[in-house]
């Protein structure tokens, strides 16, 4: 079982409506949940962080932990051409060194239609 | 303005040549990373740095070399013993090592 699972869709949708990313996980020792937005030959930019269970609301975007079932949401609001990307969860946790590691979902991509 | 650059943003190899990508951040971070990304894959960490002078291996690390000799740069080579070396590349930093990590644009490295 990997670590990260994230459905890959794609998932296409028409402007205006509500999309719903999510991601389960298998270690409990993950401390950290961030989403990140990857536009086609970028690099990603950080959307979302959160570290505790329950939900965190930034204008359209909602991200929303449930660390009981091991499993964090993105949600967008009135979605619109220019959220067409690739989000990636990622979750982090501990190297040997002391320093926060990034272990990454393979990524949905999402393409809102006009 | 301040970010984290890399260069160049195509690069080309022959077979068994070594090519080494560049990674400069003005962002006082002390920790480094480089990524790879493969089409439809989610990001492997191939190789991070907390402090100059200092670096880890990642998840992927065969076939690469890395070197920090200045707070603001981290090079990786891509080595002749890396088979598989078609891929988008990503360099990050974080403050610490503990805090969020910011990319860079990426490099797309492929092989002739």
């Known amino acids: 079982q990997k670590e990260v699972e994230q459905d890959p869709g794609p998932l296409s949708v028409p402007e205006g409506a509500i999309v719903s990313l999510n991601c389960t996980y298998s270690n409990s020792a993950f401390q950290y949940f961030m989403w990140y937005r990857q536009y086609s030959r970028k690099g990603p930019e950080l959307l979302m962080y959160?570290?505790?269970?329950g939900n965190k609301e930034d204008g359209r975007f909602t991200a929303q932990v449930d660390k009981s079932s091991k499993y964090i949401s993105l949600f967008i609001r009135d979605s619109q051409p220019s959220d067409s990307a690739t989000y990636l969860c990622a979750m982090t946790t501990l190297t040997q060194g002391g320093s926060e590691k990034l272990v990454f979902g393979k990524g949905t991509k999402l393409t809102v239609n006009p | 303005d301040g970010g984290i650059t890399q260069s160049p943003k195509y690069l080309f190899r022959k077979e068994g040549q070594n090519v080494t990508l560049s990674c400069e951040q003005n962002?006082?971070?002390?920790?480094m990373y480089w990524y790879r990304q493969d089409p439809g894959q989610g990001l492997r960490l191939i190789y991070y740095?907390?402090?100059?002078?200092?670096?880890q291996k990642g998840d992927i690390a065969e076939g690469y070399s890395v070197s920090r000799e200045k707070k603001e740069s981290f090079p990786l080579t891509v080595t002749s013993a890396q088979k598989n070396p078609t891929a988008f590349y990503l360099c990050a930093s974080s403050l610490s090592g503990r805090e969020t990590q910011y990319f860079g644009p990426g490099t797309r490295l492929l092989v002739l």
């Open positions: 740095s907390q402090i100059v002078n200092d670096f």
């Open positions: 962002l006082n971070h002390d920790a």
């Open positions: 959160t570290y505790s269970s």
